[in-house]
């Protein structure tokens, strides 16, 4: 199979290492990959979010299967067009991917689909909003857009979810507002590999948002994950995919936009069972950087199948071990990140259960620099997760750039 990954993230450099290993693989390219990535395949100059640029590219190369990593190139229509042009590609079109880019839009097919989920009011006038949040006092205002992890605050009180209103009304994805009732509980992130009707699970991964250890600090794209996380296994997994993720490929696919690509539910488990706070349209960034490593069949074949619209089968993903993932984020990230400091220490034996994804990175000269605010995703393999988290915080310490940063608690309470 010739296949076209597309995306820049070390989420897809770890796809990409996972790919790479594929038998059924006859030559990968990434558009436009990154330091990481052009080390496993070729890389071509072509922007995921241009579709018309994306068919021609994937015509050229006589690619017989595209996989879309980030949830832009989704948004822009990249996958209805690549499928408008008989291309198999893996990922949702628009109307599958508003699921993500619409919080209203979520909370629509998840009242229809009948999805656990917190109680919520839509707002598209500011003063009426605020003064339903003054009077809500403890409750959480979000963008309905997408806006980069800013969209959300979790208020405490009236004043302040009443200021939160006013400002995230000045964003552009900001224009309607949700005021949703405040739970509680760990966050999880459950992922399926989905044909638009049927699919596959992949094991339950939990990601680190907060910048600083113990959840201090602001929100991120991401600090690190691991997975499995037991929070919820077997049976309990099983059924919250059947609350979740089930009845949301029904209801898109009834609406005739089914769903090929990976869709990930953020749960929270609440004392009343597992709540959906949010979807995404795409596989989670970091948590696909551990669930990598774990996954132990081929996947290929699978995104293939998913692609295509008929899964052979819908058993839960093989896995081997734990894995960990930590992120080392420049200085300044996530408000201002620093760039341009050069990256020591890369030079570390890799191997099937270590392995250094690429994010923020860039080749100058003979030098690796910094590129962007979450810089490298640090990962490691092992039977279980405490001597994964071991192993990737051991090859963590060497790599060294100015201002680095990262958490040390890493799946430590799991
Ligand atoms: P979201 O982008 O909707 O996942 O929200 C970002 C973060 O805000 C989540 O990871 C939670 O920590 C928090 N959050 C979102 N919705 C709620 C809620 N209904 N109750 C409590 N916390 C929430
Ligand atoms: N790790 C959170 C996300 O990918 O949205």
Redesign the pocket.
């Known amino acids: 199979m010739r296949v076209l990954l597309l995306g820049s993230g070390a989420r897809e450099h770890a796809l990409a290492w996972k790919l790479s290993q594929s038998p059924s693989l006859t030559k990968l390219w990434a558009a436009p990959g990154n330091v990481g990535i052009a080390a496993l395949c070729e890389c071509v100059a072509v922007d995921p979010c241009a579709p018309d640029e994306v068919v021609a590219c994937a015509k050229r190369l006589a690619i017989d299967l595209v996989v879309v990593g980030p949830e832009a190139p989704l948004m822009e229509g990249t996958a209805d067009a690549l499928r408008a042009a008989g291309i198999d590609t893996f990922g949702p079109g628009r109307a599958g991917a508003r699921i993500e880019g619409s919080?209203a839009f979520a909370k629509e097919v998840m009242a229809a689909a009948g999805v656990p989920t917190?109680r919520a009011e839509i707002f598209t006038d500011v003063a009426a909003a605020a003064a339903r949040a003054r009077a809500w006092g403890a409750v959480?205002v979000?963008a309905d857009g997408l806006a980069a992890g800013k969209?959300?605050v979790?208020a405490d009180s009236g004043a302040d979810a009443e200021a939160a209103v006013r400002s995230l009304a000045e964003l552009p994805a900001g224009k309607t507002i949700l005021l949703?009732?405040?739970?509680?509980g760990p966050?999880v992130s459950l992922i399926a590999l989905c044909d638009g009707e049927r699919y596959r699970l992949l094991p339950l991964a939990q990601d680190h948002?907060r910048l600083l250890d113990g959840d201090l600090g602001p929100?991120t794209g991401g600090m690190g994950a691991f997975a499995p996380c037991s929070l919820l296994e077997g049976q309990d997994l099983a059924r919250a995919a059947a609350a979740t993720i089930a009845p949301v490929l029904s209801e898109l696919a009834r609406r005739g936009a089914p769903f090929r690509g990976a869709l990930y539910a953020?749960l929270?488990l609440t004392a009343g069972g597992p709540m959906v706070?949010?979807y995404n349209a795409r596989l989670g960034d970091p948590e696909t950087q551990p669930l990598m490593m774990v996954v132990d069949e081929d996947l290929l074949p699978v995104l293939r199948a998913c692609a295509r619209g008929r899964l052979p089968s819908v058993d839960p993903l093989r896995t081997r071990g734990a894995a960990v993932g930590v992120v080392l984020a420049s200085r300044g990230y996530p408000q201002a990140p620093s760039t341009g400091d050069a990256i020591a220490g890369l030079n570390a034996a890799a191997s099937a259960d270590l392995q250094v994804f690429h994010a923020g990175t860039k080749r100058v000269g003979a030098e690796i620099v910094t590129a962007g605010g979450r810089v490298l995703t640090v990962c490691a393999r092992a039977a279980t997760v405490a001597a994964a988290r071991s192993a990737a915080y051991a090859a963590a310490a060497p790599i060294a750039f100015a201002g680095r940063h990262y958490r040390k608690d890493v799946a430590a309470h799991a």
């Open positions: 919080k917190a959480v979000k969209g959300v979790v949703e009732e405040r739970l509680s966050e948002k929100n953020g929270m706070l949010e």
